[in-house]
């Protein structure tokens, strides 16, 4: 395998709000020419699975809109989502943000898992200026975002989101800018790609 280009098959990238996860994961993939695939990949799988009011209780991290869909709709979902994240881990060359893909793809060969995270004061200024609302408000939908998603985990997955072993590579965006995240990223691409023997 030629070291200048990445034959790796699939990045999976878990974040927390405010870590710059959806700007690193879409610079990955246009340095490698990856797809991202992002919450399109929810609605695709909510549609599949027939229960649209699964995508939104999903898609609702704040637990504003307050649905709660039964215990099958969200079995159907589940099973969905799977069977998407699989095929387009065997279509390759993607770049797979949240929706478990670490837990789908734990063993899925040429699969590189990376979490990216941030201390959380540098989190709520990031939130707060990005969206302009006060430091306050940004707090609070940090808050929630990282409960919605360490129980999305932990319920559907059995998994503690922040077990690092689910991760070959946890990058802190607090002393990094997205650019050095997105190199290190690439780096640890090429070598995972080259012990899996391509």
């Not at 691409?189 to 012990?195: F, M, V």
Request: charged content about 25%; hydrophobic content about 45%.
């Amino acid at each position: 395998s030629d070291l200048g280009r990445c034959e790796m098959a699939v990045i999976t990238i878990s974040r927390q709000l405010g870590s710059l996860g959806f700007e690193i994961g879409n610079l990955v993939s246009e340095r490698l020419g990856y797809r991202i695939v992002w919450r399109e990949l929810i609605n695709e799988a909510a549609q599949r699975a027939g229960a649209p009011d699964v995508a939104l209780a999903v898609i609702d991290e704040l637990g504003l809109l307050g649905v709660t869909p039964s215990a099958r709709s969200s079995q159907a979902y589940l099973d969905a989502v799977r069977s998407v994240v699989l095929e387009l881990a065997s279509k390759g060359n993607v770049v797979l943000i949240g929706r478990a893909g670490q837990r789908i793809l734990a063993g899925f060969p040429g699969t590189l898992h990376v979490r990216l995270i941030a201390p959380l004061e540098l989190r709520v200024q990031r939130i707060s200026e990005e969206q302009k609302i006060p430091l306050e408000a940004a707090r609070s939908q940090i808050e929630a975002s990282d409960a919605h998603r360490r129980q999305y985990l932990k319920r559907f997955y059995r998994s503690d989101w922040e077990d690092p072993s689910l991760y070959d590579l946890v990058i802190n965006t607090g002393r990094m800018t997205s650019a050095a995240a997105c190199e290190l990223i690439c780096v640890a691409a090429r070598h995972i790609d080259l012990a899996v023997g391509d």
